[in-house]
Each structure stands twice: as C-alpha cells, then as structure tokens.
C-alpha cells in the first residue's frame, strides 16, 4: 500500500499562530522514518501553503474566511491526487483539513463520509458562536447547515460534502458541546460515539463508529484535543485536562479504523508545538503509535 504523507501548515481557521507548525514539528519527530517501518510504500508530498491566522476585525465571527477557502481547495487537489495512488495521511493545521479531505474522497469516490475523533462537535455557526474560529465551524459546513458560509461549505462545489448519515463522531465529551450544537445532532439524528465509550473500550468504541456509518470508502479526522491534556499536552485546546484518552488507549482505536479496508484517509488537525514543549516525549509518543496505526493495514 502506499501513503501519501501530505503537510497543511495552515492556522488561518483556528484560534491563534501554532498549529501551522505541526507538519514540521511531526517530520523532525521522525514520522516518516515511523512510518515506513510499517513496511508500507511512503510518499512525502511536502508541504501546502503557509497560511497563519491573523486577528480579522472585519469578518470577527468568520475570521479568515477567503484565506480558510483557499487552503480548502488546495487541499482538495492535493488529497485527490494521493488518493489516486492509496491513502493519504494529512498533517494539519487547523481542523479545517477534514473540508478538503472529504472534498477529494467526494471527488474520487462519489460520495465523502468520516469518522470524526473529537471531543467537540464543531458544529457551530457564525450565527451560533461569537468565537469565529472556523476550527470550531467546521462539520456544520461539510453538512451545509443553515447559517453557515456558503462560500465556504461549496469552496469545492460540492455542498454539501457530507450528509448526516456520512458523520459519526468518536469521542465526544457532551459537556462540551453547545446548545446549538445539541440542537442539530437532534434534528439531524447525527450518531456519537462517547469520550467515555472511547476510554473505557477504544477498539469496541472505534468499530461501534465504523458500524454506525454509512458503508463505502470513508476518512477519519483526528483532533488531537480528544486526548488527555495531561497526558499529551500537545492541543490548541488546553481544557481537555484529566478527560479523554491517552495517546496508548486511543492507538488502538485508530488502528481498527485503519484497518477496515474502505479507510481512505487520516488526517490530524490542531497540534501545537510550543503545547508540547512542556512534555517533550508526547510528539515522539504520537508519533510511535501513528506508525503502529498505519502498521496496522
């Protein structure tokens, strides 16, 4: 099999600089050597375009919103052509990754569906939030949900990129979701699988997932605030203290994802470098279990 290892040093659509260096920080962790010790065919693309975010005080509720577009549709391109070749691993960046991921399994396979690991919903709106990171937007413009930016949810002309039986989300931890939030995984029947579920049993948890969605080639999108803070203090979000997986437990949990023959991608969305400074042995301990995920098919 072949991996196409493809870098988005893009923080545009999140909450601050910092994660635009993850694909840098996760190279010289040793992620490519990690990886081709899986025995797999490895491909590093390099990098997409540096984007960083920047205070946007005319659009404060959609901060970035042409630079987020545009780092959307490069992706895409880039993503399809991994995935005429195998699988894609993506290095983000902000959370915003998984638009373009599912923009090119679209593409490439007709229709786009994803498992997404977070402890947040990110379905928030323009309209539902005065934050204005995209990051935290994201899923509500694969589904093109009413109040979003429709330049954004058809950046690739395909709104939308997702329907709600093509979502299922792994590990989410409810406290941390909003009301709107709440209110659209009712109205759209949107099937989660607990932060709890994922600790307690992350394999079971992992295939419960897998088993929820809709069949057919599929991604999965890895935030890596689902993790234990404290255990990994490598998030953008630094409020996930004491909760969530360590990055152990949740290899496992990648790994039967991984595994099932219909995965087309993983991509990995808010790592801070200068988070990590503060335990220096999580970036490499990410990078081990990564290389065991990909081993892993």
């Known amino acids: 099999m072949q991996v196409t290892v493809i870098g988005v040093p893009d923080s545009a659509g999140a909450y601050g600089v910092g ?77 915003g990754v998984a638009l373009g991921v599912c923009a090119a399994l679209a593409e490439k396979e007709d229709r786009a569906r994803l498992v997404y690991v977070d402890r947040h919903l990110d379905l928030n709106t323009p309209h539902t939030t005065r934050e204005g990171s995209l990051s935290w937007m994201g899923m509500a413009h694969a589904l093109a949900l009413d ?51 994922l600790v307690g049993h992350p394999t079971e948890a992992a295939r419960s997932a897998r088993t929820a969605l809709s069949a057919g080639p599929f991604a999965v999108h890895l935030d890596v605030d689902v993790l234990d803070f404290l255990d990994a203090p490598i998030a953008e979000n630094v409020n996930g203290r004491n909760s969530g997986p360590t990055i152990a437990q949740l290899g496992p949990a990648l790994a039967a994802l991984w595994s099932d023959p219909d995965c087309r991608a993983l991509s990995i969305g808010q790592l801070d470098p200068a988070h990590a400074r503060a335990d220096p042995t999580a970036i490499p301990r990410l990078v081990a279990m990564l290389g065991g995920v990909i081993a892993a098919a």
């Open 147 to 197: 109040g979003t930016e429709g330049s954004l949810a058809n950046a690739t002309g395909q709104a939308p990129l997702l329907r709600p039986t093509d979502l299922v989300y792994l590990g989410h931890e409810p406290m941390q979701s909003t009301g709107g939030e709440r209110s659209a995984v009712t109205e759209l029947g949107l099937r989660i699988v607990t932060q709890d579920e």
């Open 19 to 95: 994660v635009e260096r993850a694909p840098t920080a996760l190279r010289e962790a040793g992620l490519l050597e990690a990886l081709r010790e899986s025995g797999h065919e490895v491909v590093d693309a390099g990098d997409l375009t540096e984007r960083t975010w920047s205070p946007d005080r005319e659009r404060p509720f959609v901060q970035n919103l042409d630079t987020e577009i545009e780092a959307v549709r490069e992706l895409a391109a880039a993503a399809a052509s991994g995935l005429e070749n195998g699988r894609i691993l993506v290095l983000g960046g902000s959370c």
